[in-house]
């Protein structure tokens, strides 16, 4: 999915009735395939990236981050700089800082990003930055300590009445990476005794046949709506943040972690897998026969009349079990961040 002309990546790859497109291209998701590139042996990255340097993929990165607008887009950059190294970040921290990520009006993970990315940035310590203490101190006081959940628009942000009750997966997967990373840097007792709450209730709501659910409601810690269950929740981003938890002190849930792949390898809801052998891609996700997103907004509209208000009978009806026959690099990048090069999920 690397354009060599371009030195981006695409936004997608999708199968069609001709066969494979790649569509589009992503700034944000060349970022995230940096990150996990940082991870893997020279030779690896020379045949994905087809000879280009990743530093001047980095390098390029960073130096188009003076005419981004996003806290998510700027953080992902920074992130991917400190990751890759031996690239000068000053342009991205700068960057990001103006943007003021403390205060802005940006979703609940661009926050997360925007604080992994100040922590893991080696140029500053981040114990000694009140800039960084102020990002990562929204992130906590963001948190719903009565459901364990963070919710999708942080403190201050302007969320929408009809969703403000909604948290999705991301939700809870990127701040507790940013917290464990925090802690890994400066020792913050709160930021690993929130990241290890969170993380112990999404895992208490893992489906019983390992998947990673969508919807949740913020204000109780019950589940939503379910689908789609997304391939990347299963293999990349649930793996990497309780690995980053584990790494910070935060214990072990390689349970939950194989409960999830173990899904990935036989969906029960598609009785086979979204790893494709032949094709050598992993499909995105399975969602439910339904119109657009049908389902998830009138059990989102539902609940917000009150918690215990759920649609009765949404299976039979709309019966989960369509696969989405594209990818999209990110989730590679997110899996090979997750499994760095010579390391095994055990």
Known sequence: ?????????????????????????SLRYTAISLIGLAGETEDVVRSILVNTDIHSVAKALIHETQNMTSVGDVALALWAGAAVGDVDTTAARQRLLALNPAQADCPTVELAWA??????????????????????????????????????????????WLR??????????YPVQALAHFHRRTGHARSLAIARQCADKMCEL???????????DVRTG??????????VHQDA?????????????GGARHESIRRGLDWLNRAPEIDASLV????????????????????????AATARLHPSFRVPGVDAVFRPG??????????LGWLLHAVPSGEAIG
């Open 1 to 25: 999915m690397f354009l060599p002309e371009k030195g981006l990546f695409s936004f997608r790859l999708r199968r069609t009735e001709t066969g494979f497109v790649l569509e589009g291209i």
């Open 115 to 160: 604080a992994t990315a100040l922590a893991l940035d080696t140029n500053v310590e981040p114990g000694d930055d009140p800039q960084v203490g102020r990002v990562v101190g929204r992130l906590i006081d963001s948190f719903a300590e009565s459901s364990s959940l963070f919710p999708h628009w942080p403190q201050g942000a302007r969320a929408s």
């Open 164 to 173: 403000a009750h909604v948290s999705c997966f991301a939700d809870w997967v």
């Open 206 to 216: 893992q489906g019983s046949d390992g998947q990673w659910w969508w919807h949740f």
């Open 222 to 231: 019950r589940v939503i709506e379910q689908y789609p269950v997304y391939a």
């Open 237 to 249: 981003m649930a793996p990497m943040a309780l690995f980053a938890l584990e790494q910070a002190g």
């Open 276 to 299: 494709d052998d032949s094709a050598k891609v992993i499909w995105r996700k399975v969602a439910r026969h339904e119109p657009g997103k049908l389902t998830r907004s009138i059990q």
């Open 322 to 331: 369509w696969v989405d026959y594209e990818s999209r690099p990110y989730h």
